[in-house]
């Protein structure tokens, strides 16, 4: 008998973090992990078994396939934006052939327990790009289906994911009269810049203000990356996991969309540098403007058009730029530095 279980690829990463310590509530879940990396160690305890490997090495699903019967992936593993720059080969391979491993080890799944396999897509704003300055301030809160031209080879990788994601759910050869029966149940959500108190963020381009926050509670200076007009989108890490629960646990028939945008705050980088200042009183931040990065973060919309995921799911962040700040950053990123 195949143990039954839920797979986080990615799982060592900042979303995989806080969502092993969410899933780990409930001590009937079983919980698998793929990752390059391996988990912390108080990670590593709340996992039934971490598998150390890449999610482009098919042998490794293969086990994994071989010893449990998964119904949810969350499937994280991705190379974040800016690294993807760096390296767009590599990142189209994990990033779009890992995507598509991770789809047919779900269809195989599936087939194999004759249910759906839910499975968790985080796609991002990077999936839009705006063609300039002008039409990204007068556009507002962008819905789903406009500008779908990203600028970054992540967010290709992210827009055409969906898009493979919707295949495997609606026309992948069809095994039973049952709608869903045997399929790949995909729910993608584009997330905004998350932000965490308690990991810190690498490879990402709205990193600057979680950064600018970690080295003020640090006493370090930090050169903020974009100009102090920038504005993009953000959400607190413990509204995105909610996000992930939510989207896997609503009814198939509420929901009308592949990839869902969510929002919480969208404040300028000078907004979130007079927090941090106003909260660290020795802060030093300044900006030093890295021109590639910056044209990345302009190529993202300011705000995002959520009304499809709240009326469809529920969606409702209960942070909101203050109390992400009051009652969540300060208080647990002084915590974790004062240790
Ligand atoms: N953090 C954000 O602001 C944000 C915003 C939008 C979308 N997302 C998406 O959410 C997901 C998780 O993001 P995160 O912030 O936790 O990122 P992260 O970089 O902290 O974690 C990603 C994890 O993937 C792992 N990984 C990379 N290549 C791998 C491979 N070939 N095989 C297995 N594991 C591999 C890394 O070791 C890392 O632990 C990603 O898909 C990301 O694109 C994140």
Redesign the pocket.
Known sequence: MRRPGVLI?????????GLISRLAQDSSTTIVT????GLEAAQGRMVHREII????DTSALERILAEFDIDHVY???????TRSEFTPVTAHQ??VE?TMNLLEFAQKQAESHGRPVIFLY?????AYGMPDLETKAKSGRVREDEFNTPTTM?GCN?LYCEQLGRYYARHYKQLSAEPMAGRVDFRAV?????ISAV?V????T?DYAPEMIHAAAKGEPYACFVRPDTRIPFMAMPD?IEVLLKLAFAPRTSLTKTAYNVGAFNPSADEVRAVVAKNFPGADISYKVDAKRQGIVDSWPADVNDSAARADWGFAPQYDFDRAFSEYLIPMIRERYAK
């Open positions: 690829t990615g799982a060592s990463g900042e979303i995989g973090h793929l990752d390059v990396r490997g890449s999610i482009t499937h994280l593993a991705a190379y974040l934006s994990v990033n890992g985080p796609s991002s704003i990077a992540y992210k584009r997330f905004p810049g998350l990991t963020p690498s490879g990402g709205s995105a």
